[in-house]
C-alpha cells in the first residue's frame, strides 16, 4: 500500500481553486523561498514543534524520547533538532497536545475516505480537493495514486505546485488533474535564484511543456499564482513582465493569474521550528499597494479580468493597545 | 498610539435603512423604553376575593432565574392588582367560563384603547396578569398541590439542584390556527362552537363538555368586541386629525376594524389587523406574553392578501409600512417588565417565530414574492428582536432565495434569521407521527406544512401543541449516576441553609463501576441511568401538567387550536388533534464525550483506573490535571467527522430518544417526544453539575443543545456538520429514510449554532462559496442553523481565555493559523483588522 507524509488536511478551504475544497498539505519542497509562509513543510523529514500556551510543564515528553533530545530550559522546552529523528513519541506522549508531530505518514486508502467525507459540499460548490504542501510533486507514487483514487470516485481534482518537478512527474499527475495552480514568483533568472534557491528556467521549461499538454488535451485547467513579497516579487517590473510572459504565452490557455498578498501569520511559526524569518518584521501590504499590484497586473497586457488580488491588508487604524 | 487614516468599518455593525418618517418615529419611540409616556407594561386584575391570584408560576419552572422570586411575584401582582365588578353570576359558573368572561371584560371594558402616532394598526395593551379566577376551595386544592411537601415547586426544586434539569407546564410555544381567522372570521369559529355546543345532550351541556365550549364562545367574541373598541378610538381620532392623510389612514384603520377579525379579511391591512389583534390576546390569554407564541409560515397565508391588494393598487411601500408597524407591536411583549429588566425591560427573548419560504407539494419551493418583501423588512428593521424570522431551506431553493440569504448574513456579522432544513425536519416530524400513531394528521402529503415554534421546534401548524421547552433534561445526570451506583457524585448543599444532603441513593443501582471488567458493562450502567432519569423528568412534570390542566384553562388560545372544539377540551387539558411534550436533551456533546473519554482512559488506552477516574471526578480535577489534559486533548470528540465518536453520539442520541417515546402525561394522554434546544442551561446547569470525565471541571459550560463541546470541532465546519447529521441518525445507504434518505431522531430538531471568519463571504465569489455550504448543509446537516460571526470581540476574548479558544483559527489567504498560538502583538493586529471590512 503506498503511503506518503502530508502535514494535515484543511477542510471547506476556500483559497485554493473553485468551489470547497479539501487542501492536503504535503510535506517537504525543493525551493528555499525566502518569505516561505509554510516554513514546516520545507522539510521532507517530521519535525516536532512546541505551543508554549498549552504545555503544563509536567516533563512526561522528557521521558517519551528515546535520543533523550528534550529538555527543560529558561524558556520552556528544548528541542534538540540535530538529534531529533521526528519519531513522534513525544508528542503521543503529552498529555495537552502541547508538542505536535509535523508530518505524518498515511496510507492512500485512509486518506481518501477522509477525503471523501466531504463530498457533498465538493458537489453543491463545483470544488474538490487540492494537492498542495510543500510540493506535492516531490511524492509522485503518493500524489499519483491520491489524484487517480479520487477522479474513480468522481471528485475534481487540482495540482498545486512550484513547477519544479520531472516531466515524468507531470506526465503521471496530469491526467487525473483538473486543476494546475502553477506558482509564477519571479521571472529574471537571477533574482529567482536568490530568493528562492533555485533558478526559474527549470520551472518555465516545465510551464511549456504543460501548456504544450494543455492545448494538446484541451485540459488540465491551468491557473497561475504569484505571492506578492514586499521588496521581492511586489514591484511593478515584476509584475509587469510575468504579465507579459503570460499574455504572450498563456494567452487562451489561462483562467486566472492570482496575486497573493504577503501574510505574517506564520512568524510565530519560524520560532517553534526554531528558525530565523527574513521577514519577520515585514509589516502586511496597505489595501493601496495591493491595489496597486492589481493595477499594474492588469495593465501588464494579459485580459484584465484574469487578474485578482487577494489577502489580507494592514489594519490602518490604530491598535487597541492591551489594559 | 499612531494616527493614521481611518478606512471604512470592514464589520459596521448593522442598522436600519429606508424607514419612513412613520416607522423611525415609532422605532425610535419604542427604544426610548422606560422613558415612554405609553408603554404596554404589565397591569393586573382580580376578582376581588380574599384568595385571588394571578401569578401562575408554573410557567416559570423552566426558568431557573426566578425560583428566588416565584412568592416575590405572586404577592406583587396581588397588591397591585385592580378589582374588576363582577358578573352576579360569575361564580355560579364553570372555571373556564369565568376565565373567558374575567379576560374579555379586562381587555374590552377595563384597559384603554390606544394608538399611537401614525401606527396604521390597533391592538397594544396585552401583557396583563389577570385573576386566575378561582374560587376559594379551588384555590385551596390547587396550593396544595404546588406547595405541599411533594407538591410540584419542592419537586422542580429537589430536581434542579440535584442537577437533573427542570421541567414545568409552561405557555406558548404553538402556532395556532391563524390562517383560519384570516380566511373565515372569528364568525366562523364562533358558529362552529355554537353548533357543537347546540348539538349536545341536555347532559353534555349541563357538564363540563358543555361549559368548555360556552366559555370558548365568550373568548370567541373577545376579539370582536376590542376591534369595536378600537374602532370607536379611530373614528374618535379622526375626528380630530386635522391632516387629511393620516385622517383618512384613521378612518381607514376604523373600517377595517369594523370587520375584521370577525369577519374575513379582504384586504392586505385588514390580514395583517386581524392578525395583530388575534395574536396579541393568544399572548393575554395565558398571563404571560406566551413565549414562543409563533406566526408560522407567514409568506403563506397571508400572500393571497398581498397578491388582491397589489392588483387593486396597493403601493408594495405601503404594504412594508404595514409590515414595519406589526414589528414595533410584536416588540412591545418586552414592555411587559419595562421598569425592573435592564435594556427596556428586556429579560428573554419572545420568540414570536415566523417561517419563510420551504417546501410545499411535491418537493417545490414556495418562495413567493411575499417572502422577498418580508427579508427586506427584516433588513431594513434590523437589529430588532422580535418578530424572530425563520428561513426554511431545501434541496429546491432557488438561488435567489440562496443569493438574499447569504447577502444578509454577510452584511449582519451573523444571520439575522435562523435556517431551518426542510428534509431533515420532515424526516423527523414523520418519525413522530409513526412512534405516536398519528400518521393521518402527519403524513407525506401535508408535513411539508410544517413550522418552527419560539426558537427551532419543529410543530405542525393550527393543532399541535409540543410543549417545546416543557422539559429540560441533562443526560450528563446519568454519566454521574453510572460512575457513582445512583448516587450523588457530590452532595448537594443548600446555599440558604448551608446542610448538605445525607448520600442517598437517587437513581438506579447498577453496581460499583471499579468492579467493571469492560467498556460494555459501563454502558450499560449508564443505559440504565438514562432510563432512569428520563423517567424521573416525567414524573416530575406530570405534578405541574396535572395542575393546570385543572385550574388554568385558555378558553381563547383552544379557539385556535384544531380538536379543541371537537373534543370539548381546554387546550391544557390535552384538547389539541396533536399532543406533545417535549423532552429537551440538554448537555449532549458533553455526555458523549464523557462517555468517550471514560472509554478511552479506563477501557481502550488504561491510562488510568475507574477509582482514580472517579476521585479525580471529586476533586473536580484538581491535582490531576495531567490525566485532565488527556481527557480533554487526547480522548475522542464528537464533532470532528470521526466516525467511532459519531457513532457513540448516535448511541447515546438512539437510547434516550427511544425511552422518551416510552411515556404519555395521565393527566391530560400527551405523547412525550425528544428534542434538543436547551436554551441557555447549558450555562447555569455547569455550576451545578460537578466535573465530568470529557475534562470539563464543575462550572465550565456544557455543550449547547447538539452542538459540539466548545473548541471540539478541530476539523472545521464540514467536519462539525457531519458529525451532527450522523448523530442524528444520517442517512439510510439504501435511500428509505424517513422522507427520502433522511433520518432524524428529533421530530422537535435540534439547535446548531455555528462560527464563521467573516473573511469567507468577503466578495461574490466567496459567497457563492457560502451558499454551496449551505446546501452541503441540506445534505449533511441538522435541522436548524444559527450562525455567528467571528468577530472582534471574539478574539479579544480569545487573549483573555485561551484555554476556550484552543482550536479558533484565523484564516488569512494562503494560510491560517490557531489564533491562541501566535504572538500578542500579531494578535492585536489581527483584531485590528478583524474589526474592518475589506469592502
Known amino acids: ?323 | 498610539m499612531t494616527t493614521c487614516t481611518v478606512e471604512k468599518p470592514r464589520y459596521a455593525v448593522k442598522t436600519p435603512y429606508n424607514l419612513s418618517p412613520r416607522i423611525q418615529w415609532l422605532r425610535d419611540y419604542y427604544f426610548q423604553g422606560v422613558q415612554r409616556a405609553w408603554n404596554n407594561e404589565y397591569t393586573s386584575w382580580t376578582t376581588g376575593a380574599p384568595w385571588d391570584f394571578q401569578y401562575n408560576e408554573l410557567s416559570f419552572y423552566i426558568v431557573p432565574e426566578t425560583y428566588a422570586f416565584l412568592q416575590t411575584f405572586r404577592s406583587a401582582f396581588r397588591q397591585t392588582a385592580r378589582r374588576v365588578a363582577l358578573h352576579p353570576d360569575f361564580w355560579k359558573w364553570s372555571l373556564p367560563e369565568r376565565r373567558a368572561w374575567f379576560n374579555r371584560e379586562v381587555m374590552v371594558n377595563y384597559l384603554p384603547k390606544e394608538i399611537l402616532p401614525g401606527d396604521l394598526l390597533a391592538g397594544a395593551r396585552f401583557n396583563v396578569q389577570t385573576s386566575c379566577c378561582l374560587n376559594r376551595q379551588e384555590a385551596r386544592r390547587r396550593d396544595q398541590q404546588i406547595y405541599g411537601p411533594d407538591g410540584a415547586r419542592a419537586a422542580m426544586l429537589w430536581f434542579h439542584n440535584h442537577g437533573f434539569g427542570n421541567a414545568g407546564a409552561t405557555s406558548g410555544h404553538l402556532i395556532p390556527d391563524y390562517a383560519r381567522v384570516l380566511r373565515e372570521g372569528w364568525k366562523s369559529i364562533h358558529a362552529e362552537l355554537e353548533q357543537r355546543y347546540q348539538a349536545l345532550s341536555p347532559a353534555e351541556k349541563r357538564g363540563k363538555k358543555g361549559a368548555q365550549l360556552r366559555a370558548m364562545m365568550t373568548a370567541a367574541t373577545l376579539p370582536r368586541d376590542l376591534a369595536a373598541a378600537y374602532a370607536q378610538e379611530c373614528a374618535r381620532l379622526a375626528e380630530r386629525e386635522t391632516a387629511p392623510l393620516r385622517r383618512a389612514e384613521l378612518r381607514q384603520m376604523a373600517d377595517n376594524l369594523t370587520r375584521v377579525p370577525w369577519e374575513p379579511a379582504q384586504t392586505f391591512w385588514e390580514a395583517v389587523q386581524s392578525l395583530w389583534l388575534t395574536h396579541m390576546l393568544v399572548m393575554a390569554d395565558e398571563n404571560y406574553p406566551g413565549p414562543g407564541d409563533s406566526f408560522g409560515r407567514l409568506d403563506q397565508y397571508l400572500y393571497p392578501y398581498w397578491q388582491k391588494s397589489i392588483q387593486d393598487g396597493m403601493d408594495p411601500e405601503f404594504g412594508k409600512e404595514i409590515l414595519k408597524c406589526f414589528w414595533i407591536h410584536c416588540n412591545t411583549a418586552y414592555d411587559g417588565m419595562i421598569r425592573t429588566g435592564g435594556n427596556q425591560g428586556i429579560t428573554a427573548g419572545y420568540g414570536q417565530l415566523f417561517t419563510l419560504s420551504g417546501m410545499g407539494p411535491g418537493g417545490q419551493d414556495m418562495s413567493n414574492d411575499l417572502t422577498y418583501v418580508l427579508l427586506d423588512v427584516i433588513d431594513e428593521m434590523s437589529p430588532i428582536l422580535e418578530p424572530k424570522p425563520n428561513v426554511r431551506l431545501h434541496r429546491n431553493s432557488p438561488d435567489k432565495l440562496l443569493d438574499r440569504v447569504v447577502e444578509m448574513i454577510a452584511s449582519s456579522q451573523g444571520s439575522p434569521f435562523l435556517l431551518n432544513f426542510d428534509e431533515r425536519s420532515m424526516a423527523g416530524m414523520l418519525l413522530e407521527a409513526k412512534k405516536a400513531g398519528v400518521e393521518p394528521l402527519i403524513h407525506e402529503n401535508n408535513v411539508h406544512d410544517y413550522a418552527p415554534v419560539g426558537c427551532l421546534e419543529n410543530t405542525m401548524v393550527g393543532n399541535d401543541r409540543s410543549g417545546t421547552v416543557d422539559a429540560n433534561l441533562n443526560l450528563l445526570k446519568a454519566v454521574e449516576l453510572a460512575l457513582t451506583g445512583g448516587y450523588d457524585l457530590v452532595p448537594f448543599t443548600d446555599p440558604m441553609t448551608g446542610k448538605t444532603d445525607k448520600p442517598l441513593r437517587w437513581g438506579e443501582e447498577t453496581g460499583d463501576p471499579t468492579r467493571f471488567e469492560t467498556w460494555e458493562q459501563f454502558w450499560q450502567a449508564y443505559a440504565a441511568q438514562t432510563r432512569h432519569i428520563v423517567r424521573r423528568i416525567v414524573e416530575l412534570y406530570e405534578k405541574s401538567e396535572a395542575v393546570r390542566a385543572r385550574f388554568h384553562p385558555t378558553p381563547y388560545v383552544s379557539c385556535l387550536v384544531r380538536g379543541c372544539a371537537e373534543k370539548g377540551l381546554d387546550i391544557t387539558e390535552g384538547g389539541a388533534e396533536l399532543n406533545f411534550v417535549t423532552i429537551e436533551a440538554v448537555t449532549f456533546a458533553t455526555t458523549v464525550d464523557s462517555l468517550l473519554a471514560v472509554k478511552y482512559l479506563v477501557y481502550d488506552e488504561k491510562v488510568c483506573t475507574m477509582a482514580e477516574l472517579i476521585q479525580a471526578l471529586k476533586d473536580n480535577w484538581v491535582g490531576h490535571e495531567i490525566l485532565q489534559a488527556r481527557a480533554l486533548h487526547k480522548a475522542p470528540k464528537y464533532g470532528r467527522d470521526d466516525d467511532a465518536a459519531d457513532e457513540m453520539a448516535r448511541r447515546v442520541m438512539e437510547l434516550w430518544t427511544e425511552e422518551t417515546w416510552k411515556y404519555k402525561t395521565r393527566s391530560t394522554n400527551r405523547q412525550f417526544r425528544p428534542g434538543m434546544l436547551s436554551w441557555n442551561y447549558w450555562v447555569a446547569d455547569s455550576f451545578i453539575l460537578p466535573a465530568s470525565p470529557d475534562g470539563r471541571p464543575r462550572g465550565k459550560f456544557l455543550s449547547n443543545a447538539l452542538c459540539p463541546s466548545n473548541g471540539a470541532d478541530i476539523n472545521g465546519p464540514t467536519a462539525n456538520v457531519n458529525s451532527v447529521g450522523k448523530a442524528l441518525g444520517g442517512k439510510a445507504e439504501d435511500g428509505r429514510g424517513d422522507w427520502q434518505d433522511y433520518f432524524n431522531l428529533l421530530p422537535n430538531g435540534g439547535s446548531h449554532t455555528m462560527t464563521f471568519n467573516p473573511s469567507l463571504l468577503r466578495d461574490p465569489e466567496h459567497r457563492a462559496k457560502f451558499k454551496a455550504f449551505l446546501r452541503g448543509y441540506i445534505e449533511n446537516g441538522g435541522t436548524a442553523l444559527q450562525i455567528n460571526m467571528i468577530d472582534a470581540d471574539i478574539l479579544r476574548d480569545a487573549q483573555k481565555h485561551p484555554e476556550n479558544y484552543r482550536h479558533l483559527l484565523v484564516r488569512v489567504t494562503g494560510y491560517n493559523a490557531y489564533f491562541t498560538t501566535i504572538g500578542r502583538e500579531l494578535q492585536n493586529e489581527i483584531i485590528a483588522r478583524e474589526s474592518h471590512q475589506m469592502r
Open chain 1, 1 to 323: 500500500m503506498i503511503t506518503g507524509r502530508i502535514l494535515h488536511l484543511q477542510r471547506l478551504s476556500t483559497e485554493d481553486g473553485p468551489g470547497i475544497r479539501t487542501t492536503v498539505f504535503f510535506k517537504g519542497c525543493p525551493l528555499r523561498c525566502a518569505w516561505c509562509h509554510n516554513p514546516e513543510s520545507i522539510s521532507p523529514q517530521p519535525q516536532t514543534q512546541w505551543f508554549a500556551v498549552r504545555c503544563l510543564g509536567c516533563n512526561t515528553c522528557l521521558e517519551a524520547c528515546p535520543n533523550g533530545c528534550l529538555s527543560r530550559g529558561q524558556d520552556g522546552l528544548l528541542i534538540d533538532r540535530a538529534r531529533c529523528e521526528g519519531c513522534g513519541k513525544c508528542a503521543d506522549a503529552c498529555p495537552a497536545g502541547a508538542i505536535e508531530l509535523l508530518g505524518k505518514t498515511i496510507r492512500v486508502n485512509e486518506l481518501l475516505a477522509e477525503l471523501l467525507k466531504d463530498r457533498a459540499y465538493y458537489e453543491t460548490s463545483g470544488g474538490g480537493v487540492t494537492l498542495s504542501g510543500g510540493e506535492p510533486t516531490l511524492q509522485p507514487d503518493f500524489a499519483e495514486a491520491l489524484l487517480r483514487g479520487l477522479k474513480e470516485a468522481g471528485v475534481s481534482t487540482a495540482l498545486d505546485t512550484c513547477g519544479l518537478c520531472s516531466r515524468q512527474t507531470l506526465d503521471r499527475l496530469l491526467p487525473h488533474t483538473d486543476l494546475v495552480l502553477f506558482d509564477i514568483k519571479l521571472l529574471d533568472p537571477a533574482a529567482h535564484r536568490r530568493f528562492t534557491g533555485v533558478s526559474n528556467e527549470g520551472i518555465l521549461q516545465n510551464l511549456a511543456y504543460l501548456l504544450d499538454y494543455i492545448r494538446r488535451n484541451r485540459r488540465p485547467d491551468l491557473w497561475i499564482r504569484t505571492p506578492l513579497i514586499p521588496g521581492a516579487t511586489a514591484d511593478d517590473a515584476n509584475l509587469r513582465a510575468i504579465g507579459g510572459y503570460l499574455a504572450e504565452h498563456l494567452d487562451g490557455l489561462l483562467s486566472r493569474w492570482e496575486l497573493c498578498a504577503f501574510n505574517n501569520l506564520c512568524r510565530d511559526q519560524y520560532t517553534r521550528l526554531g528558525l530565523t524569518w527574513d521577514y519577520a518584521q515585514t509589516p502586511l501590504m496597505t489595501r493601496a499597494e495591493l491595489e496597486h499590484c492589481e493595477q499594474v497586473a492588469r495593465a501588464s497586457g494579459l485580459r484584465p479580468d484574469l487578474v485578482l488580488a487577494t489577502g489580507a491588508t494592514r489594519a490602518v487604524e490604530p491598535l487597541e493597545s492591551d489594559s
